[in-house]
């Protein structure tokens, strides 16, 4: 995870694939909201289609109604007020999407087609036909006659008769029966309804019964006459109502995709940077650091070997015995603290640089313990006395050089900073995690110089007097991370306690 983080093109590829998923997102609410308003638009549209088809037909029944009432109530026969409405240069002619207008009159039990009045090719029953012999004339009249003061009307494919009652005084007694066909399909095709005919927008066509492929159907008409159109989307229907182009979210989406993941790629990239710059800026303190302490460190002991090496070289002749002896014990004491001032900034440099290996193998610690703490009794004759409490055997599986430099580090300070009167006690406890206890007598660490004992050269106030070079924690701490365990310090003013956990 830490690797793809800092790797500015796969952040750059998680971010576009992020920054896609609000464009996927966008682009089908986009489709759902588009579908709705066009579902919307349509319906609309439609009831707008059937509004005027119903306007057209209620002109058509009008018309036809206004007809009946010039027949009813008058004494002439009907034929021939007729004859007389439609005569040669009358203003009254058949309106345009009538086919025919005819008059039938009751004759034993039949009605017959007395008069009629059509246009050229239309089919309707001749003149002295009986209207009831034939549907859909007679199941038209046969409405007529049960409903004498409506409209009865029947729809045939693209046709719609509607009949009227011719009354002499009231409708209970008829005359006749006014029947028109009216052609619905050439309804559906009026210029009048721009949207089927003018914009092409949506179809309209007479129906049946309710269609199965026409988008949505209407029952057209007033009253008792109706009939049935199919409405559907027409060829215009995406000119007059585009939806926005799809290829534009995707390619907007995805370009301001595009920019993000690369931004996003750039910035890991600088952040990356940054921090390998405050890294090389933060190694170039330590060793600017690390030179000042060391060279610091090397003063004293060095001035100790010049000035004893001085002592030697021009009064040889004149020094005792004792005092030349001193003089060659403080040379070697300033040049073993050289030493292993040395060895220990070389340790701190590989752990720093992390170029200490680490190859663990099975070991026993008890054994391993005893045989640390003699030496470092041996080292120190002068010191206490270190008591190990450790099982005869404890196998475990270590690097035995980081163990060495964790617990002679600390076990070394043990030794130094403990009365010689009074032992430092070392503890190993085995389990599922192994602790190693270390436990001096000495005046403790006070809270301020706790918080700093880990630092590279750091020296607190009850260290003056006790030679040392400050490493020995710093080491100890990174020896500990290196082994998979810690290192707690804890100080009061009984002494140290100081616990590896493994």
Request: glycine share 8%; net charge neutral; charged share 20%.
């Amino acid at each position: 995870m830490k690797r793809i983080l800092h790797s500015p093109w796969l952040v750059a590829l998680v971010v576009l694939v992020l920054a896609a998923l609000p464009v996927f997102a966008a682009l089908a609410a986009h489709r759902a909201q588009a579908q709705r308003a066009e579902d919307l638009l349509f319906e609309r549209s439609a009831d707008v289609v059937a509004a005027q088809l119903r306007l057209l037909t209620s002109r058509q029944t009008a018309w036809q109604s206004g007809l009946r009432m010039r027949l009813s109530n008058r004494s002439s026969a009907p034929e021939k007020l007729l004859d007389d409405i439609f005569a040669s240069g009358s203003s009254v002619n058949l309106p345009e999407h009538c086919r025919a207008i005819g008059y039938g009159a009751l004759e034993d039990g039949r009605v017959v087609l007395r008069w009629r009045r059509m246009r050229a090719g239309a089919a309707i029953a001749g003149l002295g036909d009986d209207l009831l012999a034939a549907s859909p004339t007679a199941v038209l009249l046969r409405g007529a006659m049960e409903r004498p003061a409506q409209t009865a009307s029947v729809q045939s494919g693209t046709d719609l008769l509607t009949a009227m009652t011719v009354a002499e005084f009231s409708p209970r007694q008829p005359r006749g029966w006014l029947v028109a066909w009216w052609d619905i399909g050439a309804m559906c095709m009026d210029p009048q309804i721009r949207l089927v005919n003018a914009d092409h927008t949506l179809t309209a066509r007479p129906l049946d019964d309710v269609p199965v492929s026409a988008d949505v159907s209407f029952d057209i008409g007033e009253g008792e006459v109706r009939w049935h159109v199919g409405v559907g989307k027409g060829a215009g229907f995406a000119a007059l109502f585009p939806r926005i182009s799809e290829r534009a979210i995707i390619l907007t989406g995805g370009g301001c995709a595009v920019l993000l993941g690369l931004l996003a790629g750039f910035v890991t990239r600088a952040v990356g940077l940054r921090a390998a710059l405050a890294a090389e800026r933060e190694l170039v303190g330590m060793k600017d650091h690390l030179l000042h302490s060391v060279s610091h460190e090397f003063r004293t002991p060095l001035s100790v070997i010049l000035s004893s090496a001085e002592l030697l070289e021009n009064y040889d002749t004149r020094l005792s015995p004792g005092r030349r002896a001193e003089a060659l014990a403080q040379i070697r004491e300033a040049t073993t603290r050289m030493n292993d001032l040395v060895a220990q900034v070389l340790l701190l440099s590989r752990l720093e640089a992390r170029r200490m290996p680490v190859e663990p193998r099975p070991l026993d610690v008890a054994a391993f313990a005893r045989e640390l703490a003699r030496e470092i009794t041996a080292s120190m004759p002068a010191g206490p006395q270190i008591q190990v409490s450790a099982p005869e055997q404890l196998e475990a599986t270590l690097d035995p050089s980081l163990l060495r430099a964790v617990l002679g580090n600390v076990l070394s300070n043990a030794v130094k900073f403990s009365p010689a009167d009074r032992p430092v006690h070392f503890a190993i406890e085995g389990g599922n995690r192994l602790r190693f206890i270390i436990r001096d007598s000495g005046s403790g660490i006070t809270a301020g110089d706790l918080q700093r004992v880990r630092e590279p050269f750091f020296r607190g106030a009850a260290a003056e007097a006790v030679p040392g070079t400050g490493l020995g924690l710093a080491i100890a701490e990174k020896c500990a991370a290196l082994l998979g365990g810690t290192l707690g310090i804890e100080s009061g003013p009984d002494g140290t306690t100081a616990t590896l956990t493994v």
